[in-house]
């Protein structure tokens, strides 16, 4: 029986109320349920003897916590655990937002909630929303505080009433816990800056080059060309310090138990706050060994499993999300493997689902997709993804090199062609990206874009060519549609339900000219939206469109993410199609056409799948039943069907 297991059996019968005092006992319950694999998992990483008073630490840590955190809160608790798998409804639909390019600030943010009911959105990922350096700080992700509101957002009440309002709604929130890293203003790094050796310890700071060096033999580079290297020197504290991603980004040291109890803390008041899902930032490169890419490690594991566990005692409503843009079989790990199953985190970002449907965007051609997808490992019954499109990052083109060769591509010369297709190096493709980080010793890079001007909108709108806009509109609601349709949470980045474009006024804004992803970061165009009902064009082409998809999605119990996926040769490789829940009378028939030419499939596929009956179809997204007079079903360019059993 795996923790969360446990947990549900102590919770009771759904729906009992707990009193005061069963409140109290619940504590006890939980950590003695977990107890053991805490102190395994604790001694495994903190193995001297010396380590005891920190674990006991850890223990009052726990219980000052539970202690903190607000009946409404622990009610919401017991209820989730009655619930079981609530994350793994088909009801959800995300979108994620920086809260000052949507809004402005968090109060106006709440005044946006009935902006997200009109479409049907109910989770959100905000974006770092706490102090920050003045200056360059990635977005937020280099942090001053981990509980601190940055005052351009708003005050920690202001936050406190925002989650309340969310609940209140039956709105999910997401918030980031930067744990690999804080900014270099940070608190602990202004010590170790003036020489403070107990916090010059809570970072990888070393007096030379030594250790540095033999790191560096096997440690990739995350930011080539704005921040190559993994160490920055510090002059004021005269030493060196582990810089993985930007240089004002300094590396907690993980192998210190100090930093895991404060992290702890932070973890702890931050789900205290009323936030229900942890996005665990970075998590992959939380160990660091010399001789190793220092990402996915072992330890690393073990100690996102032992975050894990902590928060089940004080919370176990809340949940975490792996940010881990990693190789698929090391994306699943991060579920929990063997005695960690069910103990890490219980979603994970669907990253090759993502790179492979822009993919088939350049290439027109679905293999790739089919059998990246068709060859993810398996991950637990408990855990599910969030599929996505776009995000606030680059497309990076982590696919299988295997998988390449396997369709006679090279997979050096398919990365280049699909960098020249979006980053405008090629005349005839439609689509406006630009490259991020490219490294010209190896010819890697990635791509950045809004997902309107990577599918073409931004040049038809130039050409002012109406048939080439309403081929982009096609292909927007295409690669929304098929994460609609899969198994998982889908998060759209706000912005795309009305088609917005690149935002290139980053390059004249000093702290942001070096990193190309805030062109797809947009400032929200409400003005458009003021004008969705009134106007027909693309965005309300776009908006409507997206609207009626996810309240269709609402509506089919198939498309819960408890349900089967199966993906079809359709003996054509223009299409992309997949079945959910294809054992019921739910059963739906996912089509996608990724051809700029109309492509058919055979109607006897359709009819042995059981979605055509006496030459009829009907397509659930627009309602209708259709006759097939041939043996061929043709879908247009950009098409995309969800068919009903029948
Ligand atoms: C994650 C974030 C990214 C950030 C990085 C460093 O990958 O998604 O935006 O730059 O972490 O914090």
């Known amino acids: 029986m795996n923790q969360a297991a446990i947990h549900k059996t102590l919770a009771g019968k759904p729906g009992s109320k707990p009193t005061s005092g069963k409140l109290g006992l619940l504590f006890e319950k939980r950590r003695a349920a977990n107890f053991t694999l805490i102190q395994d998992l604790f001694f495994s990483l903190y193995p001297e003897a010396r380590h005891t008073a920190s674990f006991e630490s850890l223990q009052k840590i726990l219980a000052d916590h539970f202690q903190n955190r607000s009946a409404e809160l622990k009610l919401q608790d017991l209820k989730r655990q009655g619930e079981g798998n609530w ?14 390019r949507f809004c402005g600030d968090l109060n106006k943010l709440k005044d946006k909630l009935p902006y997200f009911e009109a479409l049907g959105i109910n989770f959100l990922h905000l974006m770092p929303i ?3 350096p003045a200056g360059p700080n990635d977005g937020g992700y280099a942090v001053n505080s981990y509980s601190e509101i940055d005052p351009a957002y708003g005050t920690d009440q202001d936050f406190i009433s925002l989650t309340a309002a969310f609940r209140e709604k039956g709105i999910c929130l997401m918030l980031d816990f930067v744990v690999n890293h804080t900014s270099d203003e940070f608190p602990w790094a202004l010590e170790a800056k003036a020489g403070n050796p107990k916090y010059q310890e809570y970072y990888y700071t070393f007096p030379d080059r030594n250790l540095p060096d033999l790191f560096e033999q096997s440690l990739p580079e995350v930011f080539p060309e704005t921040s190559p290297g993994n160490f920055t020197y510090c002059p004021q504290m005269g030493r060196w310090v582990m810089t993985v991603f930007n240089t004002y980004q300094w590396d907690l040291n993980y192998t210190n138990p100090a930093v895991f109890l404060s992290m702890l803390e932070n973890l702890l008041d931050l789900s205290n706050k009323g936030v229900d899902v942890i996005r665990f930032d970075a998590l992959a490169f939380l160990w660091k060994k010399i001789g190793t890419t220092s990402q996915n490690l072992p330890e690393a594991h073990r100690l996102i499993a032992l975050f894990r566990l902590c928060l089940q005692v004080v919370a176990p409503g809340v949940i975490i999300l792996a940010e881990a ?7 699943v790990r991060y579920f929990g493997q063997d005695i ?7 979603i994970a970002y669907n990253a090759i689902f993502m790179a492979c449907l822009w993919n088939s965007v350049a290439t027109k051609k679905t293999r790739l997709l089919r059998q990246s997808l068709g060859n993810l490992p398996p991950k637990p019954d408990t855990c599910t993804w969030i599929n996505y499109i776009r995000c606030h990052d680059d497309i990076g083109l982590g696919f299988d090199d295997s998988h390449i060769s396997a369709l006679g591509w090279d997979p050096h010369t398919h990365r280049r062609f699909l960098l020249d297709y979006f980053c405008q190096r090629l005349e005839w493709s439609p689509a406006k990206g630009a490259v991020f980080m490219y490294n010209p010793f190896t010819g890697d890079g990635r791509i950045t874009g809004s997902t309107a001007s990577l599918l073409g909108l931004e040049r038809a709108i130039e050409e002012k060519d109406a048939s080439k806009i309403s081929t982009a509109v096609r292909k927007i609601l295409m690669l929304y549609g098929i994460i609609l349709a899969a198994p998982g949470i889908p998060l759209i980045y706000a912005g795309d339900e009305i088609g917005m474009l690149n935002d290139y006024s980053y390059m004249n804004e000093a702290d942001k000219v070096m990193d190309s992803r805030w062109i797809n970061r947009p400032i929200h165009d409400w003005r458009t939206v003021s004008r969705l009902s009134s106007e027909k064009n693309h965005a309300s082409g776009i908006y409507y469109g997206l609207q009626h998809l996810i309240a269709l999605r609402k509506q089919q119990p198939g ?8 993906y079809h040769d359709a003996g054509n490789d223009h299409l992309f199609v997949f079945e959910r829940d294809g054992e019921s009378d739910n059963g739906i028939l996912i089509l996608a056409n990724f051809d700029d030419s109309p492509q058919v499939v055979r109607t006897s596929l359709l009819g042995a799948l059981g979605y055509l009956r006496e030459g009829q179809f009907q397509n659930l997204i627009d309602g209708k039943t259709k006759k097939v007079r041939s043996g061929l079903l043709e879908i247009s360019p950009g098409e995309l069907l969800w068919l009903r059993k029948c």
Do not use: F, H
């Open 87 to 100: 994350y793994q409804s088909g009801a959800w639909a995300g979108m994620q937002l920086y809260v000052d």
């Open 325 to 331: 843009i990693v190789a698929p079989e090391e994306i």
């Open 130 to 132: 706490t102090k920050r």
């Open 340 to 346: 960690l199953e069910g103990n890490e985190c219980e």
């Open 559 to 566: 498309l819960a993410d408890t349900r089967s996926i199966r």
